[in-house]
Nanobody
Framework: VQLVESGGGLVQPGGSLRLSCAASRRTSITYAMGWFRQAPGKEREFVAAISRSGGSTIHADSVKGRFTIARDNAKNTANQQMNSLKPEDTAVYYC?????????????????WGQGTQITVSS
């Protein structure tokens, strides 16, 4: 499946952004979805994931209470609402899809990736 992210940009600390990920084909019964991010000089890290049905979600501790992952299976999209953004949230954000939901924190579990979208949090 091909994935395309949108919604990145520059935002001030404390601001909000909403990322969207559009899939090339139906994802509802096939793919769990996830968001990861990679800051310069750092490894790609888990941000959030959601099961096929949307009934189960998981968020990294660093974003819990600020970020919310959701999906719209009718539109083949996965979204991430990001509030109270901090400078340390600055990174390239990637959408990913997986046929499994065993260890959604692991990059190795995801076999399809988007090209990434830059988010910069700065005043």
């Amino acid at each position: 499946v091909q994935l395309v992210e949108s919604g990145g940009g520059l935002v001030q600390p404390g601001g909000s952004l909403r990322l969207s990920c559009a899939a090339s084909r139906r994802t509802s019964i096939t793919y769990a979805m996830g968001w990861f991010r990679q800051a310069p000089g750092k490894e790609r890290e888990f941000v959030a994931a959601i099961s096929r049905s949307g009934g189960s979600t998981i968020h990294a501790d660093s974003v819990k209470g600020r970020f919310t992952i959701a999906r719209d299976n009718a539109k083949n999209t996965a979204n991430q609402q990001m509030n109270s953004l901090k400078p340390e949230d600055t990174a390239v954000y990637y959408c990913a899809a997986s046929t499994y939901y065993n260890n959604p924190r692991a990059t190795a579990e995801f076999d399809s990736w988007g090209q990434g979208t830059q988010i910069t949090v700065s005043s």
